[in-house]
């Protein structure tokens, strides 16, 4: 078998690079609310101002609309999808819980690995919130914070999709998650639940450590249900 030269691995590496920082650019002007939603986003338009050929913005729109955050229309091209409705927020919240209690249930008894593994991603959101929090108390509202912030969040409920050992259950849970973007979207006025959701957070690590008197299932079931009642009010407030 002829191997490949180092040149043509070495340009796809650099063109994953550069499709993923186009994401992460068109990402962040979505969630900082500057585009309306049903605004079109023009590829040429995009590639000019992120100095950057047509190929990876259009890479970018493709995986963004998959997270349910860009339309595309035939002949018409990509718009800003407008943020989930209540039905659509009750339904994703109605398959958040049946994933994330069936990991947790999957995931017990926990071992040393997941119980230290969990204690550390929950030390992280903590300190992400603190950190939005002081940005609220100071009357900013930080689009960084906030993403790092709700990136912790998901990073403490994938520890318990992987341990839960059922690869099936993992890839359902990425490809609903992508749909938490648009979730999201309301949050860019300020995080309101930040102290409801860390302390739900560390009731399902205590559970995992076999402290309180909720089981694990009974803990992640405990905390969806509060971030689907919070999510919910929020979404009607507008």
């Given at each position: ?89 009750a339904e994703l919240f109605e398959a958040r819980l049946v994933l ?6 999957l995931a017990t008894p926990a071992g040393p690995d997941l119980v ?123």
């Amino acid at each position: 078998m002829t191997m490949p030269s180092h040149p043509a691995p070495r340009r796809g590496v650099e063109r994953r690079g550069l499709r993923d920082h186009v994401y992460e650019l068109i990402l962040e002007l979505l969630l900082s609310g500057e585009v309306e939603p049903g605004a079109r986003l023009a590829i040429d338009t995009i590639a000019r101002q992120l100095d950057v050929s047509p190929t990876p913005v259009r890479e970018a729109l493709v995986h963004l609309e998959r997270t349910g955050l860009v339309t595309r229309e035939a002949l018409k091209g990509y718009r800003v999808a407008p943020p989930l409705g209540s039905e659509e927020l009750a339904e994703l919240f109605e398959a958040r819980l049946v994933l994330e209690t069936a990991a947790a249930r999957l995931a017990t008894p926990a071992g040393p690995d997941l119980v230290a593994q969990l204690g550390e991603a929950q030390q992280r959101h903590r300190e992400a919130g603190e950190r939005v929090v002081e940005a609220l108390d100071a009357g900013r509202v930080d689009l960084a914070l906030t993403t790092e912030y709700f990136a912790a969040d998901t990073d403490f409920h994938a520890v318990v999709f992987r341990a839960c050992g059922n690869r099936y259950l993992v890839g359902m849970s990425e490809s609903l998650g992508a749909q938490l973007h648009r979730m999201r979207q309301s949050a860019l006025r300020g995080v309101t639940d930040v102290h409801e959701a860390v302390a739900e957070h560390a009731a399902v690590a205590d559970a995992f450590r076999g402290l309180g008197e909720l089981t694990p299932e009974q803990a992640m079931e405990r905390h969806i249900v509060g971030v689907r009642t919070r999510s919910l009010a929020q979404a009607r407030r507008g």
